[in-house]
Protein backbone atom coordinates (compact mmCIF):
# COMPACT_ATOMS: atom_id res chain seq x y z
CA UNK A 1 0.00 0.00 0.00
CA UNK A 2 2.91 2.39 0.70
CA UNK A 3 4.41 1.50 -2.14
CA UNK A 4 1.82 2.22 -4.13
CA UNK A 5 0.86 5.53 -2.92
CA UNK A 6 4.70 6.16 -3.37
CA UNK A 7 4.23 5.83 -6.87
CA UNK A 8 0.87 8.05 -6.95
CA UNK A 9 2.30 10.85 -5.73
CA UNK A 10 6.05 10.49 -7.31
CA UNK A 11 3.81 10.09 -10.64
CA UNK A 12 1.43 13.13 -9.96
CA UNK A 13 4.77 15.52 -10.09
CA UNK A 14 5.59 13.91 -13.63
CA UNK A 15 4.87 14.54 -16.89
CA UNK A 16 2.48 11.89 -18.01
CA UNK A 17 4.16 9.63 -20.61
CA UNK A 18 1.19 8.88 -22.77
CA UNK A 19 -0.50 11.98 -25.46
CA UNK A 20 -3.74 12.93 -25.14
CA UNK A 21 -4.67 11.41 -28.55
CA UNK A 22 -6.73 12.24 -30.81
CA UNK A 23 -6.81 15.72 -29.24
CA UNK A 24 -2.91 15.41 -29.12
CA UNK A 25 -1.02 13.69 -32.07
CA UNK A 26 2.17 12.66 -32.18
CA UNK A 27 4.01 14.30 -35.02
CA UNK A 28 5.31 11.97 -38.02
CA UNK A 29 8.61 10.84 -38.95
CA UNK A 30 9.91 11.93 -42.14
CA UNK A 31 10.38 8.36 -43.40
CA UNK A 32 6.54 7.75 -42.14
CA UNK A 33 4.57 5.81 -44.97
CA UNK A 34 0.93 7.80 -44.06
CA UNK A 35 -1.42 7.84 -46.85
CA UNK A 36 -1.21 8.12 -50.80
CA UNK A 37 -2.03 11.00 -52.47
CA UNK A 38 -2.04 12.28 -56.08
CA UNK A 39 -1.78 15.94 -58.08
CA UNK A 40 -4.61 14.95 -60.19
CA UNK A 41 -3.25 18.63 -61.74
CA UNK A 42 0.06 16.92 -63.35
CA UNK A 43 -1.85 13.34 -63.83
CA UNK A 44 -2.23 12.32 -67.61
CA UNK A 45 -4.19 8.75 -66.35
CA UNK A 46 -1.65 7.33 -68.58
CA UNK A 47 -2.63 4.23 -65.78
CA UNK A 48 1.15 3.25 -65.40
CA UNK A 49 0.01 3.01 -61.39
CA UNK A 50 -2.71 0.63 -61.92
CA UNK A 51 -0.42 -1.71 -63.98
CA UNK A 52 2.31 -2.06 -60.85
CA UNK A 53 -0.16 -1.88 -57.80
CA UNK A 54 0.44 -5.11 -56.50
CA UNK A 55 -2.88 -4.88 -54.52
CA UNK A 56 -4.78 -3.86 -57.73
CA UNK A 57 -6.63 -1.18 -55.60
CA UNK A 58 -5.83 1.74 -58.50
CA UNK A 59 -8.37 2.18 -60.95
CA UNK A 60 -7.36 4.83 -63.95
CA UNK A 61 -10.35 6.25 -65.85
CA UNK A 62 -8.39 7.75 -68.80
CA UNK A 63 -11.54 8.28 -71.20
CA UNK A 64 -13.28 10.17 -68.17
CA UNK A 65 -10.28 11.52 -66.22
CA UNK A 66 -10.67 9.50 -63.32
CA UNK A 67 -8.48 8.29 -60.86
CA UNK A 68 -9.42 6.43 -57.43
CA UNK A 69 -7.94 3.65 -55.32
CA UNK A 70 -9.19 2.00 -51.88
CA UNK A 71 -7.21 2.90 -49.27
CA UNK A 72 -8.51 -0.14 -47.74
CA UNK A 73 -6.54 -2.09 -50.17
CA UNK A 74 -3.74 -0.01 -50.68
CA UNK A 75 -0.53 -1.66 -48.30
CA UNK A 76 1.64 1.43 -49.05
CA UNK A 77 4.14 -0.27 -50.50
CA UNK A 78 5.10 3.14 -52.94
CA UNK A 79 5.89 1.31 -56.11
CA UNK A 80 3.13 3.58 -58.07
CA UNK A 81 4.77 6.49 -56.64
CA UNK A 82 8.15 5.55 -57.75
CA UNK A 83 6.34 4.60 -61.33
CA UNK A 84 4.57 7.45 -61.64
CA UNK A 85 6.04 9.29 -64.77
CA UNK A 86 4.92 12.75 -63.63
CA UNK A 87 5.50 12.38 -60.57
CA UNK A 88 1.67 13.30 -59.34
CA UNK A 89 1.88 10.72 -56.85
CA UNK A 90 3.37 10.90 -53.19
CA UNK A 91 3.11 8.91 -49.94
CA UNK A 92 2.36 11.98 -47.37
CA UNK A 93 3.64 11.30 -43.71
CA UNK A 94 0.27 11.31 -42.28
CA UNK A 95 -1.85 8.33 -41.89
CA UNK A 96 -4.97 8.41 -42.95
CA UNK A 97 -8.23 7.91 -40.53
CA UNK A 98 -11.29 6.21 -42.04
CA UNK A 99 -13.82 9.43 -41.13
CA UNK A 100 -11.76 11.60 -42.57
CA UNK A 101 -12.98 13.04 -45.85
CA UNK A 102 -9.83 15.60 -46.48
CA UNK A 103 -8.16 13.04 -48.27
CA UNK A 104 -9.40 12.34 -51.86
CA UNK A 105 -9.70 8.47 -53.23
CA UNK A 106 -11.35 9.74 -56.08
CA UNK A 107 -10.19 12.52 -58.28
CA UNK A 108 -11.40 13.89 -61.30
CA UNK A 109 -10.36 16.23 -64.06
CA UNK A 110 -12.80 17.14 -66.62
CA UNK A 111 -10.91 19.74 -68.49
CA UNK A 112 -7.97 18.68 -70.95
CA UNK A 113 -8.97 14.98 -70.24
CA UNK A 114 -9.03 14.45 -74.05
CA UNK A 115 -5.56 14.93 -74.13
CA UNK A 116 -4.57 12.88 -71.19
CA UNK A 117 -1.38 11.13 -72.46
CA UNK A 118 -1.15 12.92 -75.58
S1 LIG B 1 1.05 6.77 -63.10
FE1 LIG B 1 0.87 8.91 -62.43
S2 LIG B 1 0.31 10.02 -64.29
FE2 LIG B 1 -0.09 7.85 -64.68
S3 LIG B 1 -2.26 7.57 -64.11
FE3 LIG B 1 -1.04 7.07 -62.32
S4 LIG B 1 -0.97 8.97 -61.16
FE4 LIG B 1 -1.58 9.51 -63.21
S1 LIG C 1 1.24 2.30 -52.53
FE1 LIG C 1 1.41 0.22 -53.40
S2 LIG C 1 -0.49 -0.81 -52.82
FE2 LIG C 1 -0.82 1.38 -52.52
S3 LIG C 1 -1.73 2.10 -54.41
FE3 LIG C 1 0.47 2.39 -54.62
S4 LIG C 1 1.24 0.50 -55.61
FE4 LIG C 1 -0.84 0.09 -54.82
Redesign the pocket.
Known amino acids: MLDMLKSVFSNLSKKPATRMYPFVERKPFDINRGHLE?DIE?????????RVCPSNC?K?DRKNGV?EYDPFECVICGV?VE????K??RLDTHYRSCTDKKYDVHLERHEDSEKAGA
Do not use: A, T, Y
Request: one cysteine or more.
Open positions: NKCIFCGMCQIVWCKCPKSL
